[in-house]
């Protein structure tokens, strides 16, 4: 399990978006996004976490990888469609 806390994650059309662009990069991965926590947890199929963590990317958001144990969440940097304030 790949996991990657993404700060300025803070909608349901965010979710949406990060969940199309690790689709689109890994089409039979499973994905597992908690907005509350701003945590995305990826069972990849066929791509490798810094794969993952570039469509993240170029999805306009900012992955930071996880290692193992919670940590606390983060304030939002900022929003990707400015309704979610």
Do not use: W
Request: proline share 6%; charged share 25%; with cysteine.
């Amino acid at each position: 399990m790949i996991t990657f806390e993404v700060n300025d994650m803070t909608c349901g059309h965010c979710v949406s978006t990060i969940t199309k662009a690790l689709k689109a990069t890994d089409k039979d991965a499973k994905v597992a996004i908690d907005l509350a926590s701003r945590r995305v947890q990826e069972e990849p199929a066929s791509a490798d976490a810094e794969e993952l963590a570039e469509a993240i990317k170029d999805a306009g958001y900012t992955p930071m990888s996880v290692q193992a144990g919670p940590t606390a969440p983060g304030k939002p940097a900022g929003s990707c469609c400015g309704s979610c304030h």
